[in-house]
């Protein structure tokens, strides 16, 4: 395939994806499913680079998992964690945002706005719903990091990231149904959400994938005082609210089952899974867009 690069000055180019903001689910969707690789997305992600179009992963991951994958990468983007719970920006970006608070992890800073309860707030409302209503669940706060893994597959490095919560919290949930619907009511009263996942429930504020998505092109558009086009890739019934109000949503088919289904009229599916399709995706839609067709 010749790249768009190659074909636009860099006059042209810079001009034209100046206000395009990319945003990413990972697993399945960036990342390869059984892998976890990225390297077949490299080309679009490194012509992204150089375009200076933000690549934001929006994603249920943590903040220190997000971390170590951007270092992985050579990124220092913005991202949204725990399905939409969080938004985490560069402290040294000129994006700002009157809401946002300073976050240090080592010698890295940066500034954070959560749209909810805090962890430990959430998983003490766990406590006492349990104590209360005998709810029988295992959260993340529950368990051990082999357990964790144990649960989730993850090797001990990745699930001890995994346990560095900030915002929302998985659970394994081993009672009824008609416990469930209790538990579900009583976190609503609360102004929480739960979210069915692969495996977990996700307990978390009612801000979504495609609100911390919205939130972050408006306060781009604020920032640079222009519109922005928002190009979503997401390959799971989580990143669907994302997808539909994007203004370029691209579902990423899955591997190992049918295609996610939404509701928009600037769709498309990929025509591969994971990295590959996302780089063979954005490769169309920024020949598209920078070119005008």
Not at 85 to 111: F, M, T, Y
Not at 116 to 145: A, E, T, W
Not at 151 to 156: F, R, S
Not at 219 to 245: P, V, W
Request: proline letters at 5%; hydrophobic letters at 40%.
């Amino acid at each position: 395939m010749q790249y768009f690069a190659k074909q636009l000055s860099s006059t042209e180019l810079y001009t034209n994806a100046s206000s395009i903001l990319v945003f990413t689910d990972l697993d399945g969707t960036l990342l390869d499913h059984d892998s976890y690789s990225y390297e077949a997305a490299l080309p679009s992600l490194n012509q992204l680079k150089l375009l200076k179009v933000p690549v934001i992963f929006n994603t249920s991951k943590t903040f220190m998992e997000v971390l170590e994958l951007q270092k992985k990468m050579s990124l220092q983007q913005p991202f949204a964690i725990e399905n939409g719970s969080a938004v985490c920006i560069p402290a040294d970006s000129p994006i700002h945002h009157e809401e946002l608070s300073p976050l240090n992890v080592g010698k890295q800073h940066w500034k954070i706005k959560t749209f909810g309860p805090s962890y430990p707030d959430i998983c003490q409302y766990l406590s006492v719903l349990r104590q209360k209503y005998h709810f029988r669940f295992q959260g993340f706060n529950d368990m051990n990091v082999a357990e964790v893994q144990l649960n989730t597959g993850l090797p001990k490095y990745d699930a001890q990231l995994a346990k560095q919560r900030m915002a929302s919290e998985p659970l394994l949930w081993n009672d009824s149904d008609e416990q469930l619907d209790l538990f579900i009511k009583k976190l609503e009263a609360h102004n929480l959400a739960v979210i069915k996942g692969g495996r977990f429930y996700h307990v978390k504020a009612k801000f979504d994938k495609a609100d911390a998505m919205l939130w972050l092109t408006s306060t781009y558009q604020q920032h640079y005082q222009r519109k922005f086009t928002s190009i979503a890739l997401g390959d799971s019934d989580n990143d669907r609210s994302m997808l539909e109000q994007a203004d370029v949503p691209v579902v990423i088919p899955k591997k190992h089952s049918s295609a996610l289904m939404i509701n928009h009229p600037n769709s498309s599916l990929a025509p591969y899974p994971g990295p590959y399709g996302w780089h063979q995706s954005m490769q169309q839609i920024l020949h598209s867009m920078i070119n005008g067709a």
